[in-house]
């Protein structure tokens, strides 16, 4: 799949990024490299695959306990802003 530096520019603008010309000639490279990857990927015979094979292992859970924490001033120790008790977050959708 052909992946050009227009196209990582746009995906750059969605995600609030900004390159250089020659980074996003270099992630152009990149991109095309990993879908080739899949492509090839894609081609392989893989049926027959689609169990997975049995381990022997057993999956351990911990049970789930509710344990009440008081301290507010500790959990939001690392808070940027609080307004009315609540976290403030940036707007998201302009």
Not at 29 to 50: A, C, M, P, S, V
Not at 55 to 73: H, I, Y
């Amino acid at each position: 799949m052909k992946v050009d530096k227009d196209t990582i520019q746009y995906i750059a603008r969605l995600a609030k990024l900004e390159f250089t010309e020659e980074e996003a000639a270099r992630f152009a490279g990149e991109f095309e490299k990993i879908l080739d990857h899949f492509e090839n990927i894609d081609k392989e015979d893989l049926t027959g695959l689609d169990e997975v094979p049995e381990s022997g292992a057993e999956t351990v859970l911990r049970r789930d306990e509710v344990k009440p924490f008081d301290n507010r001033q500790e959990l939001f120790r690392n808070t940027k802003q609080m307004r009315d008790g609540f976290l403030a977050i940036p707007k998201v959708l302009e």
